[in-house]
T-cell receptor
């Protein structure tokens, strides 16, 4: 089945630093989504990407849809303590229709004040 | 309601017991999804409803798992004869879109999940 590989699996950074994470797919995606999950909560959508090469920002977050359509990255600038959480990339499953999402394993971010 | 509501938030079951997990989606949302999230993993798709119709149940891991949405709103995920490997957080999500990702970003709103621990 489809697999999404996220890296790194975890990061420990100081407040104010930038952080980048990426996601690669074994197959071509036509949509890339980035979610954040806080402890004890469900994932919340941060950014959605629809076109190869697209670069989209949402505040301190910037995400890009790779030209090959098999990868995406998310960058967080000037991190703050509330950025702590698990970040997931996700894309549409190609088996059984595209209604379902396939998620990566997540990147756990820790921000030291 | 304002968000997706799931209950119970926490459930401890003895191996072999049946459990039922409830999801109240956002009012009027057509699509409803169930995902299973094991510790340290991303959510994995279980099943999808459009209104009361279960259109995709390809992710249900065994015939012990059963989901229903009889009136197209509230949904229940039932797990029979629970096993230790069923321990996970079960997430419900809903969306106002009926075409899923084929009609653009399917902005799923997730509930906080039901954490199931099977002893």
């Amino acid at each position: 089945g489809q697999q999404l590989n996220q890296s790194p699996q975890s990061m420990f950074i100081q407040e104010g630093e930038d952080v980048s994470m990426n996601c690669t797919s074994s197959s071509i995606f036509n949509t890339w989504l980035w979610y954040k999950q806080d402890p004890g909560e469900g994932p919340v959508l941060l950014i959605a990407l629809y076109k190869a090469g697209e670069l989209t920002s949402n505040g301190r977050l910037t995400a890009q849809f790779g030209i090959t359509r098999k990868d995406s990255f998310l960058n967080i600038s000037a991190s703050i303590p509330s950025d702590v959480g698990i970040y997931f990339c996700a894309g549409p499953g190609t088996q059984g229709g595209s209604e379902k999402l396939v998620f990566g394993k997540g990147m756990k971010l820790t921000v030291n004040p | 309601g304002a968000g997706v509501s799931q209950s119970p938030r926490y459930k401890v079951a003895k191996r072999g017991q049946d459990v039922a997990l409830r999801c109240d989606p956002i009012s009027g949302h057509v699509s409803l999804f169930w995902y299973q999230q094991a510790l340290g993993q991303g959510p994995e798709f279980l099943t999808y409803f459009q209104n009361e119709a279960q259109l995709d149940k390809s992710g249900l891991p065994s015939d012990r798992f059963f989901a229903e949405r009889p009136e197209g709103s509230v949904s229940t995920l039932k797990i029979q004869r629970t096993q230790q490997e069923d321990s996970a957080v079960y997430l419900c999500a809903s969306s106002s879109l009926s075409g899923g990702l084929r009609s653009g970003a399917n902005v799923l709103t997730f509930g906080a999940g039901s954490r199931l621990t099977v002893l």
